[in-house]
């Protein structure tokens, strides 16, 4: 049974940064495309990162640059670490497999104050 915990998200003034958090088990994260996505209100889930059992990375064109996804095996944990923030970063974020599969977390609300 797969349970995603994510955390760190908050309350940060536009060009501030924050790292989300988000614990993984029942899979290993060091042989799985793992990713963040987003949901902002109104709007449908979107990707944000995708971190490959490689090392490779790959963004959204909206975060390219300014996130940076990551991952620590011996916690079985992966990162998104979100530096100049806008206010249409503002959403809740989740982590799941990449492509995502049919489980999600609770998410870690993300608001950016203009």
């Known amino acids: 049974q797969v349970q995603l915990v994510e955390s760190g998200g908050g309350l940060v003034e536009t060009g501030g940064s924050l790292r989300l958090s988000c614990l993984v088990s029942?899979?290993?994260?060091?042989?799985?495309?793992m990713g963040w996505y987003r949901q902002a209100p109104g709007k449908q889930r979107e990707l944000v990162a995708v971190l490959r059992t490689s090392g490779g990375t790959n963004y959204a064109e909206s975060v390219n640059g300014r996130f940076t996804i990551a991952r620590d095996n011996a916690k079985n944990t992966i990162y998104l670490k979100m530096n100049s923030l806008k206010s249409e970063d503002t959403a809740v974020y989740y982590c799941n497999q990449f492509p995502a599969q049919d489980y999600w977390g609770q998410g870690t609300q993300v608001t950016v104050s203009s």
């Open positions: 029942g899979i290993s994260v060091s042989i799985n495309f």
